[in-house]
């Protein structure tokens, strides 16, 4: 169990979209307004985690053709995330674009992130805590993934809010919300050259 625990918690350390998207909220918003995002993420996590439990990402694993139209639909949406932080340049200019980053963009971007597939296959099936029961298994380990998850994404959202109240000039801010795009755009380039 400590193990698995410690697996959760070193990879919500790597920065992948949905963090990356949580962060820059915190540094373009505030707290408040984060919190709806962040929701909308464990909720998706959530969603993919049981559908690594129930076998349904494993039939996605199966059809190349499949696992491409994902990548290529998640890969639409990471990249339209990208292009609203390029937008954002001053608090007074993404409050108006604000009311489009919601619960449902966390829940989608978690639901189409290939990174979070992953992750899910890599933690539900590896680290065995009771090989003769799966079903309290796999209660257990969505119990100590949610208590890592929600307060590790409240971090990231906090260190972005964090990040703000440095009052970052506008230059500044420009290039950090240019550096978190640059990572979503690795992301799928990355996603894109590692397609099997």
Known sequence: MLTFSLAVTLLMLTPGPAVLMIANIGVNFDFRKGVP???GVIVGANIVALSVVLGIASVINTYTLLRLILLIISSIFIFYLAVKILMQNSA??????????N??????LQILNPKNYIVQITLFSGFLIWND?????AFIKL????????PMHLLWLILGVTVKKMQLSRKSL??????MAGSLLSFIAMAFFNFE
């Open 143 to 150: 119990v100590i993934a949610n208590m890592i998850w929600f």
């Open 174 to 179: 420009k290039i950090l919300n240019m550096v």
């Open 133 to 137: 029961n799966f079903i309290l298994e």
């Open 37 to 39: 995002f962040v929701f």
């Open 103 to 108: 619960f449902y963009d966390g829940l989608v």
């Open 92 to 101: 007074e200019e993404t409050t108006s674009n604000f009311k489009k980053i």
